[in-house]
């Protein structure tokens, strides 16, 4: 399987941050961030209901607890239906929360010419700014600062901003109490599956060499809020999502049977959502939810999202070494009732970068 049949595109960052648009007296949205709702139930993106509570325990996952069971079982329901969860009892403090939130702002805080030190180019997805969009696609209205967090020697200190005394501490130690909750909650979902617990990690290369990349995601508020979007709808290339949302300003919506429904804030908690990748490997078991973030008229809205990416020893293309790694769908996941949903590919995310500019779902041309 390869990208080729997909038409070359030409891609487009835009010209300045919307923290810096929403500076200008002018207080119209520019026509290139109104985004063309696709049909008219989508008109009032702010009426729509929440989504079941789909808190999971994380203590309750592992071995130790008498209620494992019914905990795995909660688990394999709810990433098959919603595609994702809330975890609760994970074991990072309000503390911690609060100071990966807190260096966040401090980079957003900084001057502009500051901030552009650690710009993205069009070529490379780490960095401060959008994402790129193919041409004459509407743009997000969200600045990002997206950095390679994992493995440890293979992050980029050029795009971290050091001078923030506490940045790159907060970040390290978040990074770690991620890799262990990321653990964690790979081997549970193997468990509920009925698969080797280490089936996952082993696939992505192992804990030690798992691609993990967090990107501080601001959301300045907007005049216009009916017409824009934080972020369209997407899913996530990862093989699974880890995000903080913001304490106290909601946006995050969820599709599930084409309806959207909005994510409420459980205090504390961890969102976590399967990616496309997660969903190939289980054979479609585990869907890769499909979300999109509205934008508050008069909040700003941050969070924090923590993608993990299977490893990969080759260095090909823009997008380094995360070429050549093959994945698919677990031969354990595969019999007469389910045939194999899912074609073998190769590098999984220079396919998603394919289609993700565009606004469309990679996982769709991997589908049999
Ligand atoms: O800000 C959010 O709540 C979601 C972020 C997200 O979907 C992403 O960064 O891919
Ligand atoms: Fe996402």
Known sequence: MSASSVPPMNLELPSKPVQELIK??????????????????????FEIEYMDSSVIDLSLLSASSSSQHEELRKLRSVLS????????????????????????????????EVKQKHSRTLDSFEGYGDDTVSEGQSYNWNDRLHL?????????????????????????????????????????????????????????GGEESINMFTRFNYYPPCSDPSHVLGLKPHSDGSVITILLQDKQVEGLQVEKDKQWFKVPIVPDALFINIGDQLEIMSNGILKSVVHKVVIDKENKRTSVATVSIPHSDKEIGPFGELIDKEI?????????????????????????FQYYPRGERAITAVKI
């Open 24 to 45: 200008s007296a002018d207080k119209e949205v520019p026509e290139r961030y109104i985004y063309q709702l696709p049909n008219r139930s989508d008109d009032n993106h």
């Open 81 to 112: 239906s919603w595609g994702c969860l809330q975890l609760i009892n994970h074991g990072l403090s309000s503390s911690l929360l609060d100071q990966i939130r807190q260096v966040g702002k401090e980079f957003f805080d900084l001057p502009l």
């Open 328 to 352: 698919g769908p677990f031969g354990e996941l595969i019999d007469k009732e389910r045939p194999q949903m899912y074609k073998r590919i190769k590098n999984y995310l220079s396919v998603f």
């Open 148 to 204: 390679k967090v994992h493995p440890l020697d293979h992050r980029n200190f050029r795009l971290w901003p050091e001078y923030l005394p506490n940045f790159r501490g907060t970040l390290e130690e978040y990074t770690m109490e991620l890799r262990r909750v990321l653990k964690t909650i790979l081997e549970a979902i193997a468990k509920s599956l009925e698969l080797d617990e280490n089936i996952f990690l082993r696939e992505c």
